[in-house]
Nanobody, 120 residues
Framework: QVYLVESGGDSVRAGGSLKLSCTASTSVRCMGWFRQGPAKVREGLASINQFGTHYIAPSVQGRFTISKDDVKNILTLEMNSLNLNDSGTYLC?????????????????WGQGTHVNVSS
């Protein structure tokens, strides 16, 4: 069992920046960030595996950066140039399968989420 706790969500003006963190209870092979909007649809934003290989969704490419501290088991999402469409609940996901789910929803472990509200 892997427990995930997200933090860093806040209210911010459009054009601003936020840094989200996800602390895992143990080391994991695969981790990712997802966003859930009002329609409750989860969108994969960024992922990283145990080799440091990462994927960024086209919708946030150039604005969001994912990184992982393997010593502290902390996953970070740095978000810049935020716009109104970036509002939502940001969830951290983790999995230990050999082939990482990357931006797909197949992760076995999920956090409770942290809320981001971008206003004009």
């Amino acid at each position: 069992q892997v427990y995930l706790v997200e933090s860093g969500g806040d209210s911010v003006r459009a054009g601003g920046s936020l840094k989200l963190s996800c602390t895992a209870s143990t080391s994991v092979r695969c981790m990712g960030w997802f966003r859930q909007g009002p329609a409750k649809v989860r969108e994969g934003l960024a992922s990283i595996n145990q080799f440091g290989t990462h994927y960024i969704a086209p919708s946030v490419q150039g604005r969001f950066t994912i990184s992982k501290d393997d010593v502290k088991n902390i996953l970070t999402l740095e978000m810049n140039s935020l716009n109104l469409n970036d509002s939502g609940t940001y969830l951290c996901a983790a999995d230990n399968r050999i082939w990482c789910p990357d931006l797909k929803l197949w992760y076995n472990y999920w956090g409770q989420g942290t809320h981001v509200n971008v206003s004009s």
